[in-house]
C-alpha cells in the first residue's frame, strides 16, 4: 500500500517496510538503507527484507540524541 493514502501517524501500519520510511523521511531509496542498516535503527531482519515497528520507529526519530546538523548558508555578493 501507498504511504500517501495515510492520513495521520495513526494510520500508518505496525511493520513499516523500507519504502514507508523512505517516503515518511522523504530520502533516497540509498539513505533509507543506509539508515536502515546502522546500528542505532531498531531494523527487524526477515531474510532479505528490512522493516521497523511504527512505536520503535517513532522512538527513534524522537531521540533527545539526535543531533540537528546545520550547513553553513553563503551568500555571494
Same mark, same amino acid.
Given at each position: 500500500?501507498?504511504? =500517501?493514502?495515510?492520513?495521520?501517524?495513526?494510520?500508518?501500519?505496525?511493520? %513499516?517496510? $523500507?519504502?514507508?520510511?523512505?517516503?515518511?523521511?522523504?530520502?533516497?531509496?540509498?539513505?533509507?538503507?543506509?539508515?536502515? =542498516?546502522?546500528?542505532?535503527?531498531?531494523?527487524?531482519? %526477515? =531474510?532479505?527484507?528490512?522493516?521497523?515497528?511504527?512505536?520503535?520507529?517513532?522512538?527513534?526519530? =524522537?531521540?533527545?540524541? *539526535?543531533?540537528?546538523? *546545520? *550547513? $553553513?548558508?553563503?551568500?555571494?555578493?
Amino acid at each position: 500500500m501507498d504511504i =500517501n493514502v495515510y492520513s495521520s501517524w495513526e494510520t500508518l501500519p505496525l511493520i %513499516l517496510q $523500507a519504502k514507508d520510511v523512505q517516503m515518511i523521511l522523504g530520502i533516497s531509496k540509498g539513505k533509507t538503507y543506509e539508515i536502515m =542498516n546502522s546500528v542505532g535503527f531498531p531494523t527487524i531482519h %526477515l =531474510n532479505k527484507r528490512m522493516v521497523v515497528s511504527k512505536d520503535k520507529f517513532y522512538e527513534w526519530l =524522537n531521540k533527545d540524541e *539526535r543531533k540537528i546538523r *546545520r *550547513r $553553513a548558508i553563503y551568500v555571494s555578493k
